[in-house]
């Protein structure tokens, strides 16, 4: 993954643009489990001073991820934004969100990881597709595990005779 390495040692002072596209060979590498493959359009900006370099990141695109209820492929927009500082220093210490401290023997950093998680960051805890969007063979297998009634030929709910007569117990 060297074309994600950004020499920061050889950068003048000043303001750099890097742009990149995340796509599925690069969720690949990054043996993503979560993320299946996408196409993402990156940037990062980096400001270097005397002392420090100002990281900006900033992706946009859909990624590739797996339902949570179905179990089907589906896209997921992302838009998100990432702020760090990085310094050289006597070893990696990644302890804090907003300093990176990398050893003074390496000349750059690769940013790959960095752009990966910040697209991972801005994905929601859960992926599920919109209302009846969802495989309808799996959906089906769901509600008959789940204990819901399936629907009868005029679409209201079948009540299991069963249960209705444990209802009245409920009610008294």
């Not at 993503?32 to 001073?49: H, N, Q, R, Y």
């Not at 595990?145 to 009245?168: F, I, N, Y």
């Amino acid at each position: 993954m060297k074309e994600y390495e950004l020499q920061l040692k050889s950068l003048p002072k000043g303001e750099h643009v890097f742009s990149y596209h995340l796509d599925d060979k690069f969720f690949a590498a990054m043996e993503s489990t979560d993320i299946k493959g996408g196409s993402i359009d990156a940037e990062v900006v980096v400001v270097a001073t005397a002392d420090a370099y100002e990281l900006m990141f900033s992706v946009v695109g859909e990624v590739t991820v797996e339902c949570d209820r179905c179990l089907d492929d589906m896209s997921c927009p992302v838009d998100a934004e990432y702020h760090t500082f990085v310094r050289f220093g006597s070893e990696y210490d990644d302890s804090t969100d907003d300093l990176l401290i990398i050893p003074e023997s390496d000349n750059g950093l690769d940013v790959s990881r960095l752009l990966y998680d910040t697209v991972a960051l801005a994905l929601p805890l859960q992926h599920v597709h919109d209302e009846g969007e969802c495989n309808e063979e799996m959906s089906e297998i769901l509600r008959r595990h789940s204990g819901e009634k399936p629907a009868d030929s005029d679409g209201d709910a079948m009540v299991d005779p069963r249960w209705e007569a444990l209802k009245k117990f409920k009610n008294n």
